[in-house]
């Protein structure tokens, strides 16, 4: 969309009351860290901050918005292009130094997965230095090292929803999301 | 002896120095694992091709040299990091506080002032358990870790010979105990405006946690209490002999053709006796919470063994001044202000403790060129003391600098980082962290105390 974010939160916060729908079904591609996805939104995204909006809803809840900007004008902010969404992924790359916190990466990664939500190209690694346990001055080496990276796809809310389990903890690098879907198909 | 040793040698004897330095800066970042398992052979390696060579070149001589930075220098050196560490090892500081701007602060500072008095690396072993404790529950916790290595493991260390191990290497040469008090502004100055710097940082980190984290606690909390807080009285045995070993004279003893005095081979038994107490009467719970080894003593011992051989042609070379190869570094630093900086900059990436031996020598090249350090070093304190306080306070605070600075430095991200801090990366920690905030903090010292 093109327009003022703060506005479009508004519009849409107005738009979900009047419907009686909850705050969250419609996301913001900003809260979502969207990954560019061609070179002119990277440009956008880089000079036109603020007045460039994505956002994120399901159907029919979608086109049902979009007729309201379309109707009431937005308030200055106007649709320009749309696009149904498949799939989404992000990569993740960890390295942490206890076992428990591999384990409660593990368990987030792995435990209470939403439906149509898979870990892809999964790489695991520990390396155990069992010598090097406790405190060292000018050689230290951790003795444990537990290292992974891969890719989360799957379905737009389950992938959403792990991507931020993962990106509350520290030690884990979670890369933008990525969507696939239909070619956009430019409104104005 | 020693002083035609410095104007014969050839700057290129410096080379294995420069080689065992660059490996302890260098090994652990780029290849951690080969140098936890080598980095007594890649040292015996240094020491090697320092010593053969210069003993075959220089005879006698150079036997002597060796006999002496063993008997004067490296014995003594590894029996008081030895015993510091063992001391410090055997206290623990048990119960939970509530990591506010406050909390942190008071912990941060108590082991500011105990750094100078159990050394950097005991205070940072003492405090940074209660510290990771007392943050477990907040999400911004780098920094404070990060304010920690920069007050505790380093700037902290600045006022007794106890703190830091080159501020050890000066007494040891000559500089009376009590001098270093004479830091004391200069280490106020930095150590309250890096805390300042941490408290704002502190404070608006913590207007960014989640309530539940900045509510008070309610409920039980486990009480703060330390235990093997007897060891304090081994640190005040430790303080009391190094001082005596200080204004007390015993005569002479010659060791391996080595003049040694009395009162420093008492010393060092003294030291050695309370290290033996300490681990007798500590029980090895406190040890096992600390997680205790002999590792960190063990890698002090081989690699000190290096540094103080390859160090000696380069010293031998400062101490002649401008007749010696190396008179280019004594031309090349004259004012107060440029041994704070050099010895700094040096120590922001080198072991502090030969930078602060190299700049000490070049200061005494520069104004006493072949004058013994017994009577070069009262002169320099009584006539020229500011190059002296540049020198110490520059090894010491500016090994902050870098992970590689000090030796705590990497001791501490290695704890946090188990504890589940994530701490910045080597060059994060510099630009996030040292450059906006030591740097600055370090030009006004100059500003004050050097200019």
Request: net charge neutral; with cysteine.
């Amino acid at each position: 969309m093109q327009g003022r974010d703060d506005v479009v939160r508004a519009f849409v916060a107005g738009f979900l009351a009047a419907r009686g729908g909850r705050e969250g079904q419609v996301m913001f591609g900003s809260d979502l860290h969207l990954e560019p996805e061609s070179l002119g939104e990277r440009v956008k995204e880089l000079f036109l901050t603020g007045s460039h909006v994505v956002l994120v809803a399901p159907e029919p809840l979608a086109e049902a918005l979009a007729d309201a900007f379309r109707e009431h004008g937005g308030a200055g902010a106007t649709l320009e292009r749309r696009r149904a969404i498949r799939e989404a992924a992000f990569g993740f790359r960890a390295e942490m130094f206890s076992r428990s916190l591999a384990t409660a990466f593990r368990q987030a990664l792995q435990d209470s997965v939403p439906q149509g939500t898979r870990a892809d190209d999964l790489q695991e690694t520990e390396d155990v230095h069992p010598e090097a346990h406790g405190v060292e001055l000018y050689a230290p080496v951790h003795d444990y090292i537990y290292r992974a990276s891969g890719r989360v796809a799957g379905s737009f809310p389950g992938v959403v929803e792990i991507r931020r389990r993962l990106a509350e903890m520290e030690f884990v690098q979670v890369e933008r999301l990525h969507l696939e879907g239909n070619q956009p198909e430019i409104i104005r | 002896m020693e002083l035609e040793l410095g104007s014969l040698l050839p700057v290129w004897s410096a080379i294995p120095f420069a080689g065992i330095l660059l490996s302890i800066a260098l090994f652990p970042l780029l290849a951690p694992v080969f140098w936890h398992h080598h980095y007594a052979k890649v040292s015996a390696a240094w020491s090697v091709v320092l010593a053969g060579p210069f003993v075959l070149g220089y005879g006698v001589p150079a036997v002597h040299e060796l006999a002496h930075v063993a008997v004067v220098d490296y014995v003594p050196f590894i029996i008081l990091i030895s015993t510091l560490f063992t001391i410090g090892g055997g206290i623990y500081v048990r119960g939970s506080l509530r990591g506010s701007p406050a909390t942190n602060c008071v912990l941060i500072a108590i082991g500011t002032v105990l750094a100078s008095w159990v050394g950097t690396t005991g205070a940072a072993m003492l405090v940074i358990r209660p510290l990771l404790r007392a943050n477990r529950a907040r999400r911004h916790r780098a920094h404070t870790i990060v304010f920690f290595t920069f007050l505790v493991a380093n700037i902290g260390g600045a006022l007794t010979p106890l703190g830091d191990p080159p501020l050890f290497l000066g007494f040891l040469h000559g500089v009376p105990f009590f001098w270093t008090f004479t830091v004391w502004r200069e280490t106020a100055t930095a150590a309250l405006v890096v805390l300042a710097v941490y408290a704002a940082h502190d404070v608006y980190y913590w207007r960014r946690e989640d309530a539940l984290v900045r509510e008070p606690h309610r409920g039980p909390r486990e009480p703060l209490a330390i235990e093997g807080w007897h060891n304090l009285l081994f640190l005040g045995g430790v303080l009391g002999a190094v001082i005596v070993s200080g204004i007390w004279s015993g005569g002479d003893v010659v060791i391996l053709g080595v003049r040694q005095q009395v009162q420093n081979l008492v010393r060092d038994a003294v030291l050695a006796t309370m290290m033996a107490a300490s681990w007798l009467t500590t029980s090895a719970r406190i040890r096992e919470q600390n997680e205790f080894s002999w590792g960190p003593i063990r890698e002090v011992a081989i690699l000190f063994a290096a540094i103080f051989t390859t160090i000696i042609p380069a010293l031998a070379m400062l101490r002649v001044g401008e007749r010696g190869a190396m008179a280019f570094v004594v031309r090349a630093v004259r004012e107060p202000a440029h041994f704070f900086w050099a010895s700094g900059i040096l120590s922001s990436f080198l072991d502090n403790a030969p930078t602060y031996l190299t700049f000490l020598s070049t200061a005494l090249g520069r104004l006493y060129p072949g004058v013994g350090e017994d009577v070069a070093i009262p002169r320099l304190i009584e006539a020229h003391a500011a190059y002296l306080r540049a020198i110490a306070t520059g090894s010491v605070f500016m090994g902050a600098n870098s992970y590689i600075g000090n030796a705590p430095n990497f001791m501490v991200k290695s704890i946090a980082e188990e504890s589940g801090v994530s701490m910045p990366s080597f060059f994060g920690y510099i630009i996030r962290y040292s450059l906006p905030v030591l740097i600055p903090v370090f030009a006004l010292v100059t500003w004050l105390f050097f200019r």
